[in-house]
């Protein structure tokens, strides 16, 4: 018997496999935009996100240990910056939405939440939540609950 | 997904290769992955919190301030413990991304590579560099007080 190579692409010599047309889902260009699915994608594009912002968080560290004025004032610079500035907004909104659906996550894992109605009333919570996280953060930073004296 | 590169004797067909699939859980480290994916997870939560509130509190200080309080021995474990466990989550978390969109396969073990690469040296640097920073200063407010 020669060597098989068994793939679901490829059957095995001799089996018997019936093609018939399926219908293709999911089919992108039929699909209409869900809010499960704007949740979704949000997950991975703050992870994405927040990868870098934890890449940030090493490059402040290595400033602040130099020990050196200029590293640190470099760092500072690029933060206070228009870009960096917008990357921070970005970042308190990535870490609350990733925590609040991170969560969400954890109890779909330990077996809730799996009806499409939980499913849909999860994300909007979720939406909800995480705004209002990042509000709370924006308003915790003006108001300087925590100066340091 | 069905690897085209399969290959086990034991499997000559494709109900073998359901039998195995079903027998063996996933076909490399997948459960591993997930697990760990999870379980950072649930200490990250904790620490993004803690992190966050942290930078407030330090986010006007000047440099020396802000490395008295890195060298402080609870907020260096948690600094090494944000960074160490982030990172494991983000390589894993970013591997899974990479799968996802990059087919080719030479290009995706480059990427793969890199990403490990990048994150286990700039992870070794920092932590090194926590450590020194605690250390002088244990060693220099040991010599002030004595
Ligand atoms: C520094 C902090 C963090 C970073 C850099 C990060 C990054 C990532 C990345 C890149 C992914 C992969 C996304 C994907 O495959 O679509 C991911 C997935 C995940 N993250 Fe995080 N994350 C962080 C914090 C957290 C926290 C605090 C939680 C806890 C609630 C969490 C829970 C999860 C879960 C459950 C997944 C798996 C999602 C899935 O299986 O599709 N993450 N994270």
Known sequence: ?149 | MARKNYQDKSIRSNADLMTHLRNHGSAQHGAGHWLWQRLTSLVLMGLMIWFTFALFEIRDAKQNMIVVWMAQPLNTGLLIATIGLGFVHAVLGMQVVIDDYIHHTSLRWFLRLSLYGVFGFLGLFVVLALLRVSALVTVFQAAQAG
């Open chain 1, 1 to 149: 018997m020669p060597k098989t190579k068994s793939s679901i692409s490829e059957p095995a010599e001799g089996a018997v496999r019936t093609v018939h047309p399926r219908p293709l889902s999911p089919h992108i260009s039929r699909y209409g935009w869900s809010v499960t699915m704007a949740t979704s994608i949000c997950h991975r594009m703050t992870g994405v996100f927040l990868t870098a912002g934890l890449v940030m968080m090493g490059w402040w560290i290595l400033a602040v240990t130099s020990l050196q004025e200029d590293r640190f004032a470099e760092f500072y610079g690029f933060l206070h910056s228009p870009l960096g500035k917008l990357l921070i907004l970005g970042w308190r909104f990535s870490i609350a939405f990733h925590i609040c659906n991170g969560i969400r996550h954890l109890i779909w894992d330990i077996g809730y939440g799996f009806k499409p109605s939980s499913a849909r009333s999860g994300s909007i919570i979720v939406i909800i939540a995480s705004i209002l996280l990042t509000a709370i953060l924006y308003w915790v930073t003006f108001m300087r609950w925590f100066p340091l004296d």
